[in-house]
């Protein structure tokens, strides 16, 4: 079993800044790619940004220059680091990783969700 925990939503006037963050944890052997996705009410959940296990970024256009991805590899962690927040970017955002286990099993659990309300 592997777990992801988010952390840092909440709500931020227009124009502000949230840093999310994200926790692996369990039987994890080795983490490839993760990112984090965004849910709006009525809409399909979406790919906000993305990052390799050797640092290769990719952005949603709608965040690009706005959002930054990283992580840590030592703490299986993700961040995602959110500036110049508008109205649109409300939603439910949600960690997702492909972890191998030590059993050779590839598994891609999601967090549980964080909300971001972006509103004055």
């Known amino acids: 079993q592997v777990q992801l925990v988010e952390s840092g939503g909440g709500l931020v006037q227009p124009g502000g800044s949230l840093r999310l963050s994200c926790t692996a944890s369990g039987s994890i052997f080795s983490i490839n790619a993760m990112g984090w996705y965004r849910q709006a009410p009525g809409d399909q959940r979406e790919l906000v940004a993305r990052i390799t296990s050797g640092g290769d970024r990719s952005y949603a256009d709608s965040v690009k220059g706005r959002f930054t991805i990283s992580r840590d590899n030592a703490k299986n962690a993700v961040y995602l680091q959110m500036n110049s927040l508008k109205p649109e970017d409300t939603a439910v955002y949600y960690c997702?990783?492909?972890?191998?286990?030590?059993?050779?099993?590839?598994?891609?659990?999601w967090g549980q969700g964080t909300q971001v309300t972006v509103s004055s």
């Open positions: 997702n990783a492909l972890a191998r286990t030590p059993g050779g099993t590839f598994v891609r659990p």
